[in-house]
């Protein structure tokens, strides 16, 4: 066990965090404790944007068929996704849907939107893209940079040694910031960022299944090995991991 001396900025977070969650749900203390502590860790995400091509919102096959046939999968080829299927993943998951508007693909407790997908690609894992950690922004429907190199072997360690996650060309981890959330239902929005979690996961699946993919989902993993391996703000909690591919 850890010494109070020897804490990381990180465990002092997560343990005011928890401890906060105790407290009953009426008080004001322990949402703003949550929310504060989460805010004062927040860095601002900056690299070089790229604008992912139109999303489709017609296919081939359907929502029935890809409910019907969806599973997960833990094998994957070493073929590299289209940049027009990385998109459209992207879009499944946090996609804005309405013109002129702000709605996204994934219901969200008051329509805050806590949630962050980053991707994780591997060499030759989406053509026409370099190898590296990408943060995407809804907004935009485009992808910024935030760090260059495969490191799908690093998130794969992180991940309890799982290392299957590495042979997919490109891995996805969904992250909360619950003060987005927090502010306006305390205690209670870090349950409603988890179940916002699970819809753009499954979004993710049946998106994946409907373009002739196929994708994972892993919630083992050390998150504070996951935040310095990829270098995201420690503000935002990984909560799941997502491989995508071909299917092997």
């Known amino acids: ?28 203390f322990s949402s703003s404790l949550v929310c504060a ?36 999968i833990r094998s994957f080829k070493t073929d590299s996704l289209s940049i027009e ?20 693909s994934a219901p969200s407790g008051g329509a805050l939107y806590p949630m962050d997908i980053y991707a994780v690609i591997g060499r030759n894992g989406v053509t026409g893209i370099k190898p590296g950690i990408y943060h995407y922004n809804p907004s935009q429907h485009s992808v910024s940079k935030i760090t260059e190199g495969d490191l799908l072997h690093d998130v ?20 909360a ?9 305390g205690e209670r929005g870090v349950r409603y960022a988890v179940i916002e979690a699970g819809h753009i996961s499954q979004n993710i699946f049946l ?22 391996a990829i ?3 420690i503000s935002h909690e990984p909560l799941l991991i997502m491989p995508v591919g071909y299917k092997s």
């Open 207 to 228: 998106q994946a299944e409907a373009i002739g993919l196929g994708a994972g989902i892993v919630g083992a993993f050390y998150d504070e090995t996951i935040i310095r």
């Open 156 to 175: 794969a360690r992180a991940a309890l040694s799982q290392m299957w996650l590495a042979t997919a060309p490109i891995n996805l981890l969904i992250t």
């Open 85 to 104: 299927q990385f998109s459209q993943i992207l879009w499944a998951g946090q996609g804005i849907t309405e013109q002129r508007g702000y709605k996204r």
């Open 1 to 28: 066990m850890k010494s109070l001396f020897s804490l990381t900025r990180r465990d002092i977070l997560v343990l005011f965090t928890r401890l906060a969650l105790f407290l009953p749900f009426s008080t004001p």
């Open 177 to 185: 910031e619950y003060s987005r959330i927090c502010s306006k239902y």
């Open 37 to 72: 502590m989460n805010i004062k860790e927040k860095k601002q995400l900056k690299g070089d944007e790229m604008n992912l091509p139109k999303p489709k919102t017609e296919g081939d096959i359907s929502l029935e068929g890809a409910i019907r046939n969806r599973r997960t």
């Open 231 to 233: 270098k995201i703000p």
